[in-house]
């Protein structure tokens, strides 16, 4: 059975940090991109950041110079490190695989404000 499982979502003020993990499960992780997502109140789910297998990265202009995503394939897990956040990064943050069958966590909230 394939599980995604996100985790580290919290309340933090504005201009703090975050670091959000996604364990997977009954996948051979290394040969999967990951990806994060985070949707809203009210808004549609938006893609905010990739690694693919190799390691190469990419990222939404929005998060861009704040947020790092990176990877350990010994532990099968994918981070997003998320520094200076602003209560616009505000949603359900969630971690998806691209590259073959196309797998969801569950999400975990994320709220920035004073």
């Known amino acids: 059975q394939v599980q995604l499982v996100e985790s580290g979502g919290d309340l933090v003020q504005p201009g703090g940090s975050l670091r959000l993990s996604c364990a997977a499960s009954g996948i051979i992780f290394s040969l999967y991109g990951m990806k994060w997502y985070r949707q809203a109140p009210g808004k549609e789910r938006e893609w905010v950041a990739q690694?693919?297998?190799?390691?190469?990265?990419n990222y939404a202009d929005s998060v861009r110079g704040r947020f790092t995503i990176s990877r350990d394939n010994a532990k099968n897990t994918v981070y997003l490190q998320m520094n200076s956040l602003k209560p616009e990064d505000t949603a359900v943050y969630y971690c998806?695989?691209?590259?073959?069958?196309?797998?969801w966590g569950q999400g975990t909230q994320v709220t920035v404000s004073s």
């Open positions: 690694i693919s297998r190799g390691g190469s990265t």
């Open positions: 998806n695989t691209f590259g073959g069958v196309n797998y």
